[in-house]
């Protein structure tokens, strides 16, 4: 069992940065693959961005890439979320999720999910 805390969410003006973290519990946090994802009101949730359990492999959905950067630190069981120059089409609930696959580039089969940390945008 993984317990993820989402956090670093809030209001940023465009153009802005925001850090997200996301702490897991479980001493087996480096064996996970680890993803984060998005929510818009009314649209179906996205994935965001994703980084292999060492670290070595990360992609990026194209909305996001050039922009955002995802890390990890194996040691402190947390995965981070750097995003630059945001835009109001990031406003979003931001998910980060442990998962036990990344093939095909895209972490898959991801079993655990925080409960997420709002991100808003102004224009």
């Known amino acids: 069992q993984v317990q993820l805390v989402e956090s670093g969410g809030g209001l940023v003006q465009a153009g802005g940065s925001l850090r997200l973290s996301c702490a897991a519990s479980a001493r087996t946090f480096a064996t996970y693959h680890m993803g984060w994802f998005r929510q818009a009101p009314g649209k179906e949730r996205d994935f965001v961005s994703g980084?292999?359990?060492?670290?070595?492999?990360?992609t990026y959905a194209d909305s996001v890439k050039g922009r955002f950067t995802i890390s990890r630190d194996n040691a402190a069981n947390t995965v981070y979320l750097q995003m630059n120059s945001v835009k109001p089409e990031d406003t979003a609930l931001y998910y980060c999720?442990?998962?036990?696959?990344?093939?095909?580039?895209?972490?898959?089969?991801?079993?655990?999910w925080g409960h997420g940390t709002q991100v808003t945008v102004s224009s």
């Open positions: 999720a442990a998962c036990r696959y990344f093939t095909g580039g895209y972490p898959r089969q991801c079993d655990y």
């Open positions: 980084i292999s359990w060492s670290g070595g492999s990360t």
